[in-house]
């Protein structure tokens, strides 16, 4: 399929594709979609970034029924993060759609408000296993009308320690229904869940692209006690404005943020124990460049929309070959260069073994004695974040913020990066050395008329 004019797409939906910029499908777009516009159930392997959202999401919302005001799409996501970006996604595809409403469910923030948006109703609902399941189990959540459900990655789901949640959420699905389950691995856990909850669906497996020849990767032989050391002189040789370091555990997260921030180093952790507030504060400002250093596990950065990523450290070697290229794809993405490091105990070569005997290629080795020779040299970011205790709900907007920041003899908006709102917060990045004056530019004036609470993070 060269074209999304080749699918029987309505009119609508053909010029909101257009508009979006959607031209020649993707591979697991041209392959999955003709079966998810039949209604058939389909178990889709596919990785992440390869358009997924769009080859299950097309098909659901060319299937709603805008004036049938219930719950008629589920997606299930792995982490709130995610979750987010495929409702964002299918609000862009929904404008094909008039009065179509998308809700997020997910945990880490208050029950209360999703179950007041839940009684305006909604036609799609997004969101993780465990609250949605909280929503069924309070009878919150009606699914009686459900037609489509989706399982958006959801090896990762049962990795997490999802599958009995799924079940449950499963049980109280129509038997009558389209079922669409994407996964990036092929584990026999997802053929079992596949044989039980759908019907003769159809297997499809997007190509693997080849790997990018825009990524270098080396690794280096080191103890445990010169991990750290290690990991400041690749930040202290390589200077990234942005770096993201993968550890196995969240104490790790924790512990190797503090050594670092200790050196000086602008450094944040991204992990399970986070709540929601955090976690966003926290991918902010890591996303606008106000911290340079993200270290975070597995499952935390799964599914994260993070650009422009010049370096990624492995801490430690990651427990499989698949997870190891999931980690190094984060770098040289949309044709930029990109370096891969991963750090590697005596103990742990077993490891590298396997992935050498994945690939069929040797590892290449970097000099250990010369990296942990390189002096530490710490860099300031290029941004700093305010944070605005307002947001959607309060009915702010970007606009707003810009306005009272640059107007009336303040600041040139092009000290103003990137502006991202919440429904309760808004986060604004500024050039360091005009954060200062920002803040108290805020502080003494007001955002549409409204004195509001804003303090430097």
């Known amino acids: 399929m060269s074209s999304f004019n080749n699918l029987d797409l309505s009119a609508s939906m053909q010029a909101n594709l257009a508009q979006l910029g959607f031209s020649v499908p993707t591979d697991i777009q041209a392959r999955a979609l003709p079966h998810c516009l039949a209604g058939r159930d389909v178990i889709a392997m596919a990785q992440t970034g390869s358009g997924k959202t769009a080859a299950f999401g097309i098909g659901l919302i060319e299937s709603l029924k805008p004036k049938l005001f219930a719950v008629q799409g589920l997606v299930l996501c792995p982490t709130r993060e995610l979750a987010d970006q495929v409702a964002k996604a299918l609000r862009e595809l929904a404008r094909a759609q008039e009065n179509i409403k998308v809700l997020t469910l997910c945990g880490g923030v208050p029950i209360g408000p999703q179950i007041g948006s839940l009684a305006h109703g909604a036609h ?46 499963l049980g109280y699905t129509p038997a009558q229904r389209q079922t669409l389950m994407f996964s990036a691995t092929w584990p026999g856990s997802i053929r079992k869940l596949s044989a039980g909850f759908q019907d003769n669906p159809v297997d499809v497996r997007a190509q693997v692209e080849s790997g990018n020849t825009d990524i270098q990767e080396l690794f280096y032989e080191i103890s445990p006690q010169e991990r750290t050391r290690a990991i400041v002189s690749l930040l202290s040789e390589h200077q990234p404005a942005s770096c993201l370091i993968f550890c196995s555990m969240k104490q790790h997260c924790d512990e190797l943020v503090a050594e670092l921030a200790g050196q000086g180093f602008s450094a944040l952790a991204l992990h399970g124990d986070l709540d929601q507030r955090e976690r966003d504060s926290v991918l902010v400002r890591f996303a606008n460049q106000s911290c340079q250093v993200l270290v975070a596990t597995d499952v935390a950065a799964r599914g994260l929309d993070i650009k422009a990523l010049p370096l990624v450290i492995n801490a430690e070697p990651a427990r499989d070959p698949e997870v190891h290229t999931h980690r190094v794809g984060r770098t040289g993405r949309a044709g930029e260069a990109g370096l891969a490091v991963t750090l590697c105990s005596p103990a742990q070569g077993h490891k590298i073994n396997r992935l050498e005997a994945e690939r069929g290629s040797q590892a290449r080795w970097g000099d250990t004695k010369a990296l942990l020779s390189v002096p530490s040299k710490p860099i300031t970011p290029a941004m700093k974040t305010l944070c605005i205790g307002a947001g959607r709900k309060e009915k702010l907007r970007p606009g707003d913020v810009l306005g009272a920041l640059t107007g009336a003899a303040g600041l040139d908006g092009k000290v103003v990066g990137k502006i991202d709102l919440f429904d309760f917060q808004c986060f604004v990045a500024i050039e360091a050395t005009q954060a200062r004056r920002a803040l108290k530019r805020l502080e003494d004036g007001k955002i549409k008329g409204r004195k509001l609470r804003v303090r430097m993070i």
């Not at 609250?131 to 049962?158: I, Q």
């Open 124 to 169: 799609i609902v997004v969101g993780t296993p465990g609250r949605v399941a909280d929503h069924l189990r309070k009878g919150t959540l009606d699914l009686k009308r459900l037609s489509t459900l989706v399982l958006d990655e959801a090896d990762r789901m049962l990795d997490m320690g999802f599958q009995e949640a799924m079940e449950e959420i």
